[in-house]
């Protein structure tokens, strides 16, 4: 159990966000360029993206902003057909992307170091400058976080979705690096949510399951806060699309059924809003995560919504959404702390997880 009088590892290191994606943004940018003649050489025919756990959530978000933003197609790998089956594969001509916090994490660098063995030029992110897979790769990009102290990743996961952002504006993307430089800015005003954050949480105290919902570039998202319910709170969370979510799955719910949503305004809205109305129908209990650019949000009942006070706008021709994925998971990592220290539990000591987790 945390003490009541010490601020969890995990609190400390959400409020770290904005500073750790300023230094990443700042420090990486000659990288950036590097890549970027790199690749325009020799542009890829297909991405293939590596990953576990949180990383493996970041690398379900670069899938989506990859082929937004450059066309490419993405496949997320199985390492299980390496680790397990001893498959070849032919990497010709291929980009391959490995996401690790640690960068210790085995089969994710076993993937790594057969794709290039195959052919394939490979790109590390890591926030580990002396790890293995920083070894490996032909191109690495540091998230600049500093040590991660608590087990659940915050700070590493959405330097992780910098790291893609960049990564697509290396391969061309209509990305520009003054859009990037919003997002510390964005994080900052997403942590202004705090105070309501821990005082909606009380309302959850026994929760014990729950579904998130997200819909394109924050489908990730989805993936990610029931993760860290998982990890931190032992909420059996479920998380789905909205298309896929009415396919079925919406048969579980009933009445204070607990139901999370990530809600921008753009593309995804209109399936967004129409799914939550169904289940207000349904009675059930409903929070959507979403903007202050999202006129369309101000309708909706104040105490289901949780709305970050920024306008999220961007240049140039890209989708609404594309920029909402690292300021809509704050609110969403600051609700699981909150909820974890509101149950009596210590976020930052999961029971039966440590920080490293390797497996084949």
């Known amino acids: 159990m945390l003490s009541s009088n010490r601020m969890s590892l995990m609190r400390e290191e959400i409020r770290q966000q904005p500073n750790v994606l300023d230094r ?3 420090l990486e940018l000659r990288n950036i360029e590097k890549l970027k003649k790199r690749l325009a050489v020799k542009p890829p025919r297909m991405i293939v993206l590596a990953a576990r756990g949180t990383s493996d959530n ?7 902003l ?3 933003a450059t066309g490419i197609p993405v496949s997320l790998a199985a390492p299980s057909i390496f680790t397990l089956y001893g498959a070849n594969l032919k990497f010709d001509d291929l980009l391959v992307v490995a996401i690790s916090q640690s960068g210790e994490s085995t089969d994710t660098n076993l993937v790594l170091e057969k794709a290039k063995a195959g052919g394939a030029f490979t790109i590390g992110i890591t926030n580990e400058s002396a790890s293995a897979l920083a070894e490996l790769a032909d191109h690495v990009f540091l998230v600049r976080a500093g040590r991660e102290k608590s087990v659940a990743a915050t700070k590493t996961y959405t330097g992780q979705l910098l790291a893609l952002y960049m990564i ?3 391969l061309g993307a209509n990305l520009k690096t003054d859009d990037l430089r919003h997002l510390p800015q964005w994080a900052y005003d997403a942590l202004r949510l705090e105070n309501e954050i821990r005082e909606r949480a009380g309302r959850y105290r026994f929760m014990n399951h729950a579904v998130v919902v997200g819909r394109g570039v924050n489908y990730s998202n989805a993936y990610e806060f029931a993760l860290k319910m998982m990890e931190t709170c032992y909420v059996v969370a479920e998380r789905f699309s909205s298309a896929d979510f009415l396919h079925g799955p919406i048969a579980m719910v009933e009445q204070s059924f607990p139901i999370f949503l990530f809600g921008p305004g753009g593309v995804t809205w209109p399936s967004m809003v129409e799914m939550r109305e169904r289940l207000v129908g349904l009675r059930a209990e409903t929070l959507m995560i979403t903007d202050a650019s999202n006129r369309a949000a101000a309708k909706l009942d104040k105490q289901t919504v949780v709305v970050i006070p920024a306008k999220l706008r961007h240049s140039g ?5 594309l920029f909402t994925p690292i300021p809509y998971i ?3 990592q600051l609700f699981a702390a909150s909820l974890a220290v509101e149950k009596g539990f210590d976020p930052d000591k999961p029971r039966t997880l440590s920080k490293v987790t390797r497996t084949l």
Do not use: K, Q, S
Not at 317 to 321: A, I, K, M, S, V
């Open 58 to 64: 970041a690398a379900l978000f670069g899938r989506y």
């Open 24 to 26: 990443t943004l700042r």
């Open 66 to 68: 990859l082929e937004i």
């Open 317 to 321: 021709p890209l989708p609404d959404d």
């Open 168 to 170: 697509a504006y290396a």
């Open 330 to 332: 704050v609110p969403a």
